[in-house]
């Protein structure tokens, strides 16, 4: 493999050929549990087994790159009882393992919020963890800060 070739690279999904991102998918299914077979997963995903074969190797979502690694998370969140709660909900309902927690006091109807997380035993994709807690009413702003 020449050199140039051996890079790593990260690009937007809606520019791979569709059969990369549905190797992702059936890797996804066999990773979550939803098939247990790789017959089954590249069924529900609508490839053939030696796409999947082929490909599986050398694509990978870049979430999975941050497997195992510790994730820092900043959050603005609203001053307000359950706030604090109904973040830390959803982290518990898909698996994350948090770290530590730093909440400041709150100014102006507001506090900052920072999470540290290990992401290895998420069910959920980054991506779907952060769509979930960014559609809390409670929480205005959400960034991944480190990881």
């Not at 790593?8 to 549905?22: A, D, H, N, Q, T």
């Not at 195992?68 to 959050?75: F, K, N, P």
């Not at 604090?84 to 994350?96: C, E, G, K, T």
């Not at 400041?104 to 507001?110: F, L, R």
């Amino acid at each position: 493999m020449s050199k140039e070739r051996s890079k790593l690279y990260i690009v937007e999904g809606s520019m791979l050929p569709e059969v990369y991102i549905k190797v992702c998918r059936a890797k996804e299914y066999l990773e979550t549990g939803v098939c247990s077979t790789v017959a089954e997963a590249v069924v529900k995903a609508d490839i053939s087994r030696s796409a999947f074969y082929k490909y599986k190797d050398a694509i990978t979502p870049f979430r999975d790159m941050k497997r195992d690694q510790v994730l820092t998370l900043s959050l603005l969140i609203h001053d307000r009882p359950g706030a604090l709660s109904s973040v830390l909900a959803i982290f518990a309902d898909n698996h994350v393992n948090i770290l530590t927690i730093n909440q400041s006091i709150s100014a102006n109807g507001a506090a900052m919020l920072t999470l540290s997380i290990m992401a290895d035993a998420m069910s959920v994709s980054l991506e779907e963890l952060k769509a979930q807690v960014e559609a809390l009413s409670a929480v205005m702003r959400l960034e991944i800060l480190a990881g």
